[in-house]
């Protein structure tokens, strides 16, 4: 079972550079993800999806885009990387659970650090 | 704001230990997630809980919805335990499907 398969696993870029993180999943889940994890603080969510078509936003939006074009895919996109976004970044999935639902379990990929220099 | 704590935010212990980590939360919650991550790798969830307890082999989940509360038992632990531990939880209000994540209890077994 493949699960959660984020690409790459690290990345240098140069400020100014954009670039995209890829997340695909295999599982049919509905709700994809994107975490950032910074020293000293919890994982911040970026952007998230419940649908293929659908995104919105999270606690930390800012320089990132996303789309959901398939249920499988949800790449992250920056388009112009800062050293503020050096941070290693998860793409995680569930089932789609509804509005006060207990929630399901979360599958997390295995991470990419990035580093803007 | 919506909070999660965690507490230690670091520990060591000698191999064999009993080891308690806890995750208290500011407001009410749909379901609490303990994770695991490993040095270098990715995230993997142990355990969701919304009441009561749950075990799987040496590690042992509680929840007091009343306090607010969680642990994370580790029994006989090992030098392989030594990972960050992660509690993160579904608060009620807002959407169901977000998590919020305490900052990590980082454990550290010798041998």
């Known amino acids: 079972n493949a699960g959660v398969t984020q690409t790459p696993k690290f990345q240098v870029l140069k400020t100014g550079q954009s670039m995209t993180l890829q997340c695909a999943q295999d599982?049919?889940?509905?709700?994809m993800s994107w975490y950032r994890q910074d020293p000293g603080m919890g994982l911040r969510l970026i952007h998230y999806s419940v649908g293929a078509g659908i995104t919105d936003q999270g606690e930390v939006p800012n320089g990132y885009n996303v789309s959901r074009s398939t249920t499988e895919d949800f790449p992250l996109r920056l388009l112009s990387a800062a050293p503020s976004q050096t941070s290693v970044y998860f793409c995680?999935?569930?089932?789609?659970?509804?509005?006060?639902?207990?929630?399901?379990?979360?599958?997390f990929g295995q991470g990419t650090r990035l580093t803007v220099v | 704001k919506n909070e999660v704590e965690q507490s230690p935010q670091n520990l060591t212990a000698q191999e064999g230990e009993f080891i308690t980590i806890n995750c208290s939360y500011s407001v009410g919650i749909s379901a609490l997630h303990w994770l695991q991550q490993h040095p270098g790798g990715g995230i993997v969830s142990l355990f969701m809980l919304s009441s009561g307890k749950k075990k799987h082999g040496r590690l042992i989940a509680t929840i007091n919805i009343q306090e607010k509360h969680s642990s994370l038992h580790i029994t006989a632990s090992h030098p392989r335990d030594s990972a960050v531990y992660i509690c993160a939880v579904r608060f009620s209000s807002g959407s169901a499907r977000q998590l919020t994540f305490g900052s990590g209890t980082q454990l550290t077994v010798l041998p």
């Open positions: 995680a999935s569930s089932y789609s659970s509804g509005q006060g639902a207990m929630g399901t379990e979360a599958f």
């Open positions: 599982m049919n889940h509905e709700y």
